[in-house]
């Protein structure tokens, strides 16, 4: 039975009540799991985008990280002569059993007499087996 106000409306008709209230909540689980499934689709798009932009980021660090390694590479190829004695002196001095102290007091002293490959020693972190030179 349909109200006169309302045969404009969109509306569905059953053949018994117990049909069309099945009809009715079946569509609406319906609808409810299709909006689930939305979701889903939604979070794992979320989640690829989010992985792409991770991916790109790190893609651009090691491009820059290989840029600065390049140009390191390049300095110590225009410089070897100089890399070659200051590895020369460190090692000497290692292998001579200098205690790390004078090792770095020793090459205080030459920087201050002028010594090329002194002055471009920057740092040293013999614990690490590290050295660094200004090119």
């Known amino acids: 039975m349909l109200f006169e106000q309302h045969l404009a ?25 299709d909006l689930k499934v939305l979701q889903q689709e939604k979070h794992v798009l979320k989640k690829l985008e989010n992985v792409r932009q991770d991916h790109a980021r790190r893609l651009d660090h090691l491009q820059k990280a290989q840029e600065t390694d390049e140009e390191k590479a390049r300095l110590i190829e225009l410089n070897i002569e100089l890399v070659e004695r200051a590895l020369l002196v460190l090692r000497s001095a290692v292998a001579s059993a200098v205690d790390w102290v004078d090792i770095s007091a020793m090459i ?4 201050l007499q002028g010594e090329p490959v002194a002055s471009a020693i920057h740092s ?3 614990d690490r087996n590290v050295f660094t030179l200004a090119l």
Do not use: A, R
């Open 108 to 111: 205080k002293e030459s920087k």
């Open 9 to 33: 409306l969109p509306h569905v008709e059953g053949t018994s009540f117990n049909q069309t209230v099945d009809e009715f909540f079946s569509k609406q689980e319906s609808q409810k799991m």
């Open 124 to 126: 040293l972190h013999l």
